[in-house]
């Protein structure tokens, strides 16, 4: 934008010049408009998506993540998830490529004989040339490591005094905890600059995340070391205190999968910048559709708005329609985003039910059919919920209506009918063959004594190659320039695609082997820049003056380690309780969630419920005291299990 030099001359002359008082006030007012405009920053928005492996990042790269994040080979909350040095730099080099971000996990607590090998292995990832650390263990912190650190959801962000302390301690971006609704975001959003990261698809931990120690109370596993054993996903009864059962084998504990689809938008007006999809022990077929669908979305945002940007480069072409209801998911949820409400749990399975398809219409002993059009086909994995009964098999044959699945066991009419296995769409996944491209533009210029080719990319990186050699005459000068453009844009094979070709001298003739061969070696070396190349990142120093929100870091916040303890000592902490994580869990609140049983089953206390006293949920020998916070509208396990008294 150009701003009119009548607008520059009245701004600096109408205070001093009465005649032209009014006309100034106009100018001056077009000046600060101008200049807001031009000056207006984009806000680049991210796909942020799990990497399992280096395989599962190629593919989450592949398919548009604008950032992928991955453990390492340990101190990462999935411990099965992790890969070597090796592997995650040939992640970093092919995502640099386009300008993706790659955020190595190391977010669980540390133990003080473990804090010389968590430093190694953070500056062995930083060496590798890793763009940040989601971290939980202030210890990291403490290292001063020259790397931009997130502090991991595991950090329980859920208030905006606790989101100003991180970020006056120098985390560049806070990781949401799951719970939060819109309103929260904002508020959050409003006390703080730091960028704000929120999960948007996948599973969701019904324990506010980095406080819960449930795993523990049935093994040694602990969820805050990496290693959860998910007895949330467990059948249990509820009972009062005289043990009289209400609710008998269900998930009670179990909630449904986040799918934020239709408010992204929302999130992105409320202060979200990154898109966080869950799923570091997906398979690639998961990340390839998954990844694609959040791509799809947040494309056709970014397209109609004029504040908004992607944070990479490259254009995904995919050649399936992406369906993330075909993937692994528990059914479809907003959680808790527009407040707290019933209806978010999945207390008949804690497995994939997958999309609904229709209800049986009829059957025979080998075989059913179903009301309304299908798609069914054979290899297709289905799911029948009949009442409180759900049984699971594979079809075998789809014969025009008739349907003849492995077993016919729970398989009666009126039955609901989904499938959680989609074989034809499942091979397509497979056999896809998506790319990821640059646009670029070449410039050739022909003369008697040579050739040069310029080809460059979008952001403006570009490599030139020369050939000295004579040239003869072309007889066809429109020919020479078509078979040239020809021989410059196939650029198949590589990361790039060459839409515009700039040509100078076609009365030269040029072989097109010569202009192959300089187009071949141009973006080799154009590709080679552009794994060179680092995205920004905000390192920030940690403030000594920030002080923490409150007088007592509870053992619930899990400080395992002596420069955990000193961080928090030296933000103004007075007392540091034991963690729990290093304790017996008997009559200790094990887990706080945002989740309420009795809302779900519609006995919220303020609404005059039925059931009175005290309530327990119970698997086998463990017993969980369930307690309720009204005010706060929160829910909290106690360890009841006689075997952890000790």
């Not at 904002?186 to 704000?196: C, D, F, N, P």
Request: net charge neutral; glycine share 6%.
């Amino acid at each position: 934008m150009v701003i009119p030099s009548e607008a520059l001359f009245c701004t600096q002359n109408h205070l001093t010049s009465k005649k032209i008082a009014s006309k100034a006030t106009i100018c001056h007012f077009l000046y600060y408009f101008c200049t807001i405009i031009m000056t207006k920053q984009m806000r680049s928005i991210e796909l942020l998506a799990p990497a399992r492996d280096a395989a599962c990042a190629r593919v989450a790269i592949d398919c548009g993540a604008d950032a992928i994040y991955m453990g390492a080979s340990s101190f990462g909350a999935r411990k099965s998830a992790g890969n070597t040095l090796e592997d995650i730099a040939s992640v970093v080099e092919y995502a640099h490529r386009y300008g993706v971000r790659v955020h190595a996990t190391m977010n669980t607590v540390l133990y003080d004989d473990e804090l010389a090998a968590a430093e190694r292995q953070a500056r062995a990832l930083i060496d590798v040339g890793v763009d940040a650390l989601i971290i939980q263990d202030m210890a990291l912190r403490a290292m001063n490591l020259p790397i931009e650190l997130h502090a991991s959801t595991q950090v329980g962000i859920a208030s905006a005094e606790d989101a100003l302390f991180y970020e006056q301690c120098g985390f560049s971006r806070l990781i949401l905890e799951r719970a939060l609704s819109l309103e929260q975001i904002r508020s959050i959003r409003k006390a703080t600059t730091a960028e704000l990261e929120c999960f948007i698809h996948g599973a969701i931990c019904v324990g506010h995340s980095g406080r819960c120690f449930l795993s523990r109370t049935t093994s040694q596993r602990s969820g805050n070391r990496g290693e959860c054993s998910q007895p949330c996903r467990l059948p249990y009864d509820l009972v009062d205190s005289s043990g009289r059962k209400i609710l008998s084998g269900k998930h009670l504990l179990s909630v449904r999968d986040f799918n934020l689809s239709a408010s992204l938008e929302e999130l992105i007006d409320a202060g979200v910048s990154s898109f966080k999809i869950e799923g570091r022990l997906k398979d690639e077929n998961y990340v390839r559709n998954v990844v694609s669908h959040y791509r799809r979305q947040l494309d056709s945002i970014i397209h109609r708005r004029n504040d908004l940007q992607p944070s990479s480069v490259g254009r995904s072409i995919v050649d399936f329609i992406p369906n993330p209801d075909k993937s692994f998911t528990r059914g479809a949820s907003d959680y808790m985003l527009y407040g707290k409400r019933a209806g978010v749990a999945s207390f008949d399975t804690p497995k994939s039910v997958g999309e609904y398809i229709g209800k049986v219409k009829s059957c025979t002993k080998t075989s059913f059919t179903i009301n309304g059009r299908h798609d069914l086909s054979a290899g297709d994995g289905i799911c029948i919920i009949n009442g409180e009964k759900i049984v699971g098999t594979n079809i075998n044959i789809v014969e025009d209506e008739r349907i003849i699945p492995n077993r016919m066991d729970g398989i009666v009419a009126g039955a609901d009918l989904y499938r959680n296995y989609d074989h034809r769409f499942t091979l397509s996944l497979s056999r896809s063959r998506t790319r990821r491209i640059i646009d670029a533009t070449a410039s050739l210029t022909l003369h008697a004594k040579g050739i040069e080719l310029t080809i460059g990319d979008c952001q403006g990186n570009s490599t030139t190659m020369n050939r000295t050699l004579s040239l003869e005459p072309s007889s066809n000068p429109q020919k020479m320039a078509d078979a040239a453009t020809r021989a410059i844009t196939k650029s198949g094979g590589t990361i790039f695609e060459i839409s515009d070709v700039t040509i100078s001298g076609s009365e030269w003739f040029a072989p097109a082997s010569i202009l192959s061969d300089m187009r071949r070696e141009a973006l080799e070396q154009l590709t080679t820049i552009r794994s060179g190349l680092r995205p920004s990142q905000k390192i920030l120093a940690d403030n000594d003056e920030a002080r923490f929100p409150r007088s007592v870091v509870s053992r619930y916040e899990n400080v395992t380690n002596h420069l955990s303890r000193e961080f928090y000592l030296r933000h103004g902490a007075e007392e540091i309780e034991q963690p729990l994580e290093a304790q017996s869990t008997y009559g200790e609140r094990v887990m706080l969630s945002s989740y309420c049983i009795r809302r779900e089953i519609g006995e919220c206390l303020r609404e005059h419920p039925t059931l009175k006293g005290d309530l327990y949920i119970e698997h086998g020998t463990s017993r969980y005291k369930l307690s309720f916070d009204c005010e706060r509208c929160l829910m909290s396990l106690y360890d009841y299990t006689e075997q952890n008294r000790r």
